[in-house]
């Protein structure tokens, strides 16, 4: 061991922390680091404007909670250490655009050290210009902590010990080339390849769908045409394989520069609910609404093989306030279902920002460090989902709304989520076994006040629901959570949080009360 080791990393439960660290959770999302690294400096050596941005940041927190297990009755009182380095970059320069947030965090538990482990937070997209004006690449991952089963434990931090907590990773590849048919129509080619994985092995799943459009030039008449051909094959690790093959064609007709209306029909082939493939006939409608670059309303509805899909998109941004509708109806074909994928803190800022920050890069530094004078995170919003083992349908609602006045900020968000199992002969066990329907739900507001120039004091509540059309399975998770945040230097922000949460269901019930205090630093 090196003498110049700090005392503190010579300790008995930091060596196996720290040996797993380097192992296993570094190196490989520290390979896209680097390549993003020299994505963007390649950029910047070839003239392009040099946006490439850098930012490592420490974070440190001390938890005491009365309820490390999540048990009912008397709890088992412990302290959580917790480490995170966290690097982000975000790249705005030549033919590399996107952004990387990565996390490392190590859990240290002073009572029970057999529970130290580490987690990983990774959030990344980006898109590559291959060829100029041809062939594009565009690549997206995550990495976060789920829940396994939305009918089991919920808990209201990951560094809880609950074995209803999982680490999932999804990473998504899309190359695909684009280009004029002299002038006749506009083409689109796609590869897409969507993986995710997670310790629960049976809630695996790879989808890789080949995609051909064809369409009319918009700017050559009101009236359009678009064809499109698909093929995708999606695989459950738990339920095998299954197959779709699409066809469509449409028209569109703008009614005014604002006002665009579509109209498709076309067939699709599939074996998603039958044990061989089945031809079905497919027919529907949409609508873009544009009125201002401030508002806008997309809205579709198709009829498919297993009743009707909709996609509903609304969003409307005032100088200080943004509000956020969506709902859509589909089939589901990826393992990892979050409940709030549709719109996070991070995302209605990101858009509330839009007029005032223009570039997209500066625009995410720009809300992170709001969210960090305010006392906030890109996670102050609730979560939810759970895992599936096969394909299902899913039916998602979800509204936001953010008002940022001059010295308080107001955050809500609301959603539903309706699950069923798509294929019933499917062989496996998860929240949608044997027709089961699952519905979640859940309501959560932040107030932010900022107190001085340098501190703010934050209010969270959130009420999670889940109930399900066997049995009496259900839970529900109540929370509060009060933080001071205090910028004790410029790069330095101090937070003091007390939490509590009610649990309440089939699978556990449970009270949990904590403090914390947190240290982060910006290098």
Known sequence: MNSREPDYLRGTHWQPLRSTCIAHAIGPPLCGILGLVALGAGAQESGARPTLTFTPELFIQETLTNNSHLTSGNGKTE????????????SNAGRIKGFLDYAVRGLVYARESSANNIQQILSAAGTAEAVENWAYVDASATISQQNISALGTQSPDSSLINSNRTEVTSVNVAPYLRGHLGNFADYDARLIWQSTRSDASNADSTTTTAMLRLASDRSLARLGWSADLSHQAIEFRAAGTNQTDRANGGLTYAATPELRFSAKAGHEINDLVTVTKKGYNTHGWGVTWTPSERTRLDAEREKRFFGNSHSVRFEHRMPRSVWTYTDTRDVSTDAGTSATAGTTVFDLLF????????????????????????????????????????????????????????RTTLIVSAFRNDARRLDSTAVVTDDLSNGNL???????????????????????????????????????LKLLTTTL???????????????????????????????????????
Do not use: M, W
Request: aromatic fraction near 4%.
């Open 438 to 476: 699952l519905n979640q739900k859940g309501l959560s507001v932040n107030v932010s006040h900022q107190l001085t120039p340098l501190s703010a004091l934050s209010v969270l509540a959130s009420l999670t629901k889940t109930g399900a059309s066997l049995g009496l399975q259900g839970s529900d």
């Open 79 to 90: 302290l959580i250490t917790e480490l995170t380095p966290e690097l982000r970059l975000g």
């Open 351 to 406: 858009t509330q920002a839009a007029s005032l920050v223009p570039d997209p890069v500066q625009r995410a530094a720009y809300v992170d460090a709001f969210l960090a004078s305010n006392g906030l995170t890109r996670a102050s919003l609730i979560t939810g989902g759970f895992l599936t083992s096969a394909a299902s349908v899913q039916r998602h609602q979800d509204l936001s709304f953010a008002t940022l006045g001059v």
């Open 485 to 523: 945040t205090s910028r004790v230097r410029q790069n330095a922000d101090l937070s003091l949080s007390a939490r509590h949460a009610v649990s309440s269901g089939t699978a556990s019930s449970y009270t949990e009360s904590a403090v914390l205090a947190s240290l982060r630093l910006r290098f």
